[in-house]
T-cell receptor, first 113, second 112 residues
Framework: DAGVIQSPRHEVTEMGQEVTLRCKPI?????LFWYRQTMMRGLELLIY????????DSGMPEDRFSAKMPNASFSTLKIQPSEPRDSAVYFC???????????FGQGTRLTVV | AQSVTQPDIHITVSEGASLELRCNYS??????LFWYVQSPGQGLQLLLK??????LVQGIKGFEAEFKRSQSSFNLRKPSVHWSDAAEYFC??????????FGAGTTVTVRA
């Protein structure tokens, strides 16, 4: 298996633009997570899906952030409109056991200028 | 709420020397405990985990960790580090569900 695949690896966008981050989890995994990593706040869980259903979105910072999982093999995290403070590395992770063994993608480094 | 403390922000160790990274957690019960490693520009890779049973856990890349309930600690060790062990290491806890809480991380530098 190729592991968790995220795209793009790097994204630079202007403030106010819409940004969409993509994730393909490991086949057969039924849990998917989006994390954000910043120097100030470390690693934060944004949202957790189980069997394509959002279970916990309490970590989503505000309404500008939305996440979808239309099927078991694809998820998106969208920021609209983007702001400079959204600059971070966004990780997608998947798990076959509900979160106790998370496999991480390589991340998307987002820079909002 | 649970919390994870990694007291050391940065550790420098000589190649071939031993390494110990500290992790303390705060939680009412014994959570699931993990150590992850992040190499520059990469995602996180699971080194080892503890759920129950033997309190000394063996992981990949020659790492081990020991759970000490009385100290609420889960310290990571390696007897002899290699230059490739230079990375950032994260301790994490999950209180019997999905919600991993990560420590702030410890950056390890290996000098020749």
């Amino acid at each position: 298996d190729a592991g968790v695949i995220q795209s793009p690896r790097h994204e630079v966008t202007e403030m106010g633009q819409e940004v969409t981050l993509r994730c393909k989890p490991i086949s057969g995994h039924n849990s998917l997570f989006w994390y954000r990593q910043t120097m100030m706040r470390g690693l934060e869980l944004l949202i957790y899906f189980n069997n394509n259903v959002p279970i916990d979105d309490s970590g989503m910072p505000e309404d500008r952030f939305s996440a979808k999982m239309p099927n078991a093999s694809f998820s998106t995290l969208k920021i609209q409109p983007s702001e400079p403070r959204d600059s971070a590395v966004y990780f997608c992770a998947s798990s076959p056991l509900g979160g106790t063994e998370a496999f991480f993608g390589q991340g998307t480094r987002l820079t909002v200028v | 709420a649970q919390s994870v403390t990694q007291p050391d922000i940065h550790i420098t160790v000589s190649e071939g020397a031993s390494l110990e990274l500290r992790c303390n957690y705060s939680y009412g019960a014994t959570p699931y405990l993990f150590w992850y490693v992040q190499s520059p520009g990469q995602g996180l890779q699971l080194l080892l985990k503890y759920f129950s049973g033997d309190t000394l856990v063996q992981g990949i890349k020659g790492f081990e960790a020991e759970f000490k309930r009385s100290q609420s600690s889960f310290n990571l060790r390696k007897p002899s580090v290699h230059w490739s062990d230079a990375a950032e290491y994260f301790c994490a806890v999950a209180p019997n569900d999905y919600k991993l809480s990560f420590g702030a991380g410890t950056t390890v530098t290996v000098r020749a």
